[in-house]
């Protein structure tokens, strides 16, 4: 059994910079896969950042490529989404997630995921 726990969300001006952790406690070998999802208001989670297999290779969502940065700490089995150049848009509930199959190189959707954690808020303002 594996917990996952996120932290460093808050509240941030446009324009800004926000780092997110996820810290995975227990038998860590159910984190083969990691991801992170965000969820709006009244909408279904959707991904952000996928992490292939300990951190092989990384899938990022349009939306975000080129402003978000997923990588992971195998040592302390952390996984961090660094978010630069926020929008209003951005704005969201942000959770990681983590299974024990391998998904290499594909793009699993929220509920072939079985452990998540509790999520944190990020909210950019104008």
């Not at 991801?35 to 909408?43: A, D, H, I, L, N």
């Not at 700490?73 to 978010?83: C, I, K, P, R, Y």
């Amino acid at each position: 059994q594996v917990t996952l726990m996120e932290s460093g969300g808050g509240s941030v001006q446009a324009g800004g910079s926000v780092r997110l952790s996820c810290v995975g406690s227990g038998d860590t070998s159910n984190t083969r896969c990691m991801g992170w999802f965000r969820q709006y208001t009244g909408k279904e989670r959707e991904w952000v950042a996928i992490v292939f297999n300990g951190g092989v290779k990384t899938y990022y969502e349009d939306s975000v490529k080129g402003r978000f940065t997923a990588s992971r700490d195998n040592a302390t089995n952390t996984l961090h989404l660094q978010m630069n150049n926020l929008s209003p848009e951005d704005t969201a509930t942000y959770m990681c997630a983590a299974d024990s199959r391998s998904c290499i190189d594909y793009i699993p959707p929220p509920k072939w995921f079985r452990v998540w954690g509790q999520g944190t808020q990020v909210t950019v303002s104008s």
